[in-house]
């Protein structure tokens, strides 16, 4: 199994920018699809974006799109997500996630393994 740390939440005004960071350990992290999701107080997890195991192939939800950038770094056994023009909506608790899957999914129960999340709270 892999075990996902995440860090660089944090809090911002709107309209700026941070730059989430997963770390993996335990199997080889390059063997996993990767996705990040958010949760909301009140609210379901959502799906954020996700990226294959290359890295060759990612999707975003239209609520980040063009906003946020998911990148991975196999050698660093570590999950980015960047996230920019960051709004109030942004606010919640954010999760990277591996997946076993061989299709790459938005579906969070298609993932097994996930980090204790980290706090992002955006300030209008």
Excluded at 30 to 44: D, I, L, T, V
Excluded at 68 to 96: G, H, W
Aim: contains cysteine; proline residues 3%.
């Amino acid at each position: 199994q892999v075990q996902l740390v995440e860090s660089g939440g944090g809090w911002v005004q709107a309209g700026g920018s941070l730059r989430l960071s997963c770390a993996a350990s335990g199997r080889t992290f390059a063997a996993y699809p990767m996705g990040w999701f958010r949760q909301a107080p009140g609210k379901e997890r959502e799906f954020v974006s996700n990226i294959n195991r290359s890295g060759s192939l990612t999707n975003y939800a239209d609520s980040v799109k063009g906003r946020f950038t998911i990148s991975r770094d196999n050698a660093k056994n570590t999950l980015y997500l960047q996230m920019n023009s960051l709004k109030p909506e942004d606010t919640a608790v954010y999760y990277c996630a591996a997946s076993t899957k061989v299709v790459l999914t938005r579906d969070p129960w298609s993932y097994d393994y996930w980090g204790q999340g980290t706090q992002v709270t955006v300030s209008s």
